[in-house]
């Protein structure tokens, strides 16, 4: 048997360091003064960073022998004679399709054990074993108690999982841990890859998403996208639901790209869509829940992005030291960024004030395309920070509150 390197730690599948220091390594030197009573070096931060690192990942002899263990581990996983198979994989299968996985149960030993617990993962619904003809019913949590296992008898674990929405390889584990001082946990490996009955497509590429890119409140923006069933068969878009009020939608068979792929009537269809005018500042879309004639649906998530289209100037307001008992007056500048914009200024307040003071605000000009407000500072405020947010509000139910934050100290 080889030796193990000196460095190995068998019992860790990580090496930690601490950066600024000298890290945990093997050496006399770094071994002589304990962890915990290692000094930070004048000027170097006291924040220190724990990194990990995977023993197999390293090169030389100690991630060669970090990989050589976990193929012997996996070599007797494999192997051992508790439950077979170890792995299940169900290929494809439709998103929200419940799938049991059966993996054949024995004592292998010639004395009785005990099954100690089960744990699964959270894609696991339930777990059901079997000895010889009694069920066991294994909550969520893991055994109330342990499981008999007569030596020789057999029996059957049973691992239910659900195909979640989502599109995919999926994995679920399973650990059962025994009496068996030779084989005292086995992991079980579920996995699956989800599909949907409907292929959304853009460009020949199948997408759950579509991104409409920056827009302004007069922008529009037109886009489409293909659906296609999965078991070429007809099917019926009936409705569609979560598009915003700016979204204009309509979906018709794609004939001619049913006849280019040798498709059925009705198993193709194209999806046109159409954004804007009159969006709201800011919004980003969202997403688009298609019903058809069948059980199953298919969706995709449009976004984009609606620029103010009014600017500040400045974004942050900064009085810098204002002395006490002579306040204080700053502007803040605003402005149409697109020269069409027209935009009525109806009232200004304050939000978040601390402390509680009687600062005031007003627009002292405006023209439909710029405004002027000024915010002041009055001279009885007392010393000490004052801060808050100057909301300006607009008379077009389009344009949200414009909000600019503010910072003074009063000395």
Request: glycine share 10%; charged share 30%; proline share 7%.
């Given at each position: 048997m080889k030796p193990e390197p000196a460095c190995s730690l068998a019992a860790f599948a990580t090496v930690i360091a601490i950066?600024?220091?000298?890290?945990?390594?093997?050496?006399?030197?770094?071994?002589?003064?304990?962890?915990?009573?290692?000094?930070?070096?004048?000027?170097?931060?006291?924040?220190?960073?724990?990194?990990?690192?995977?023993?197999?990942?390293?090169?030389?002899?100690?991630?060669?022998?970090?990989?050589e263990r976990e193929l012997l581990h996996e070599q007797d996983r494999?192997?051992?004679?508790?439950?077979?198979?170890?792995?299940?994989?169900?290929?494809?299968?439709?998103?929200?399709?419940?799938?049991?996985?059966?993996?054949?149960?024995?004592?292998?030993?010639?004395?009785?054990?005990?099954?100690?617990?089960?744990m699964s993962s959270c894609a696991c619904q339930g777990i059901v074993v079997w000895i010889g003809d009694k069920e066991h019913v294994i909550p969520?949590?893991?055994?109330?108690?342990?499981?008999?296992?007569?030596?020789?008898?057999?029996?059957?674990?049973?691992?239910?999982?659900?195909?979640?929405?989502?599109?995919?390889?999926?994995?679920?584990?399973?650990?059962?841990?025994?009496?068996?001082?030779?084989?005292?946990?086995?992991?079980?490996?579920?996995?699956?890859?989800?599909?949907?009955?409907?292929?959304?497509?853009?460009?020949?590429q199948a997408r759950t998403s579509l991104d409409l890119g920056l827009l302004s409140i007069r922008s529009t923006r037109e886009f489409e996208f293909t659906v296609k069933s999965r078991d070429k068969k007809p099917f019926v878009v009936e409705r569609w639901n979560g598009a915003p009020d700016a979204f204009k939608i309509e979906a018709k068979k794609a004939s001619h790209l049913e006849a280019a792929e040798?498709?059925?009537?009705?198993s193709v269809w194209k999806v046109r869509g159409k954004v804007g005018p009159g969006l709201t500042e800011r919004s980003v879309g969202g997403l688009i829940h298609f019903d058809t004639d069948r059980k199953d649906t298919f969706e995709i998530n449009v976004y984009m992005l609606v620029k103010p289209s009014i600017s500040a100037s400045p974004s942050f307001l900064s009085y810098g030291i204002v002395p006490k008992g002579k306040g204080g007056t700053r502007d803040i500048h605003?402005?149409?960024?697109?020269?069409?914009?027209?935009?009525?200024?109806?009232?200004?307040?304050f939000l978040d004030l601390r402390p509680k003071t009687t600062v005031t605000a007003e627009c002292v000009s405006q023209d439909g395309r710029s405004a002027s407000i000024r915010v002041t500072i009055p001279a009885d405020v007392p010393k000490g920070r004052l801060s808050g947010k100057v909301r300006v509000r607009f008379a077009s139910d389009k344009l949200p509150p414009k909000v600019v934050a503010f910072l003074a100290i009063v000395r």
């Open positions: 950066s600024g220091l000298s890290g945990v390594s093997c050496s006399e030197k770094a071994m002589a003064e304990p962890l915990h009573r290692r000094t930070i070096p004048a000027g170097q931060s006291k924040i220190r960073t724990i990194r990990a690192v995977e023993l197999k990942s390293l090169p030389g002899k100690v991630g060669q022998w970090a990989r494999r192997k051992q004679g508790w439950l077979q198979p170890v792995d299940k994989d169900f290929g494809e299968q439709p998103v929200n399709t419940k799938l049991v996985g059966k993996f054949e149960l024995r004592n292998p030993t010639d004395r009785d054990q005990r099954i100690t617990n089960i969520k949590g893991g055994l109330p108690k342990p499981i008999l296992v007569p030596k020789g008898a057999t029996g059957r674990l049973e691992a239910r999982i659900l195909v979640p929405d989502r599109q995919g390889r999926i994995y679920t584990e399973v650990r059962v841990d025994t009496s068996d001082p030779d084989v005292s946990s086995i992991r079980l490996s579920l996995s699956t890859i989800g599909v949907r009955e409907f292929i959304v497509e853009h460009d020949g040798g498709r059925p009537d009705g605003l402005a149409a960024v697109d020269p069409a914009d027209r935009f009525e200024v109806t009232g200004v307040d």
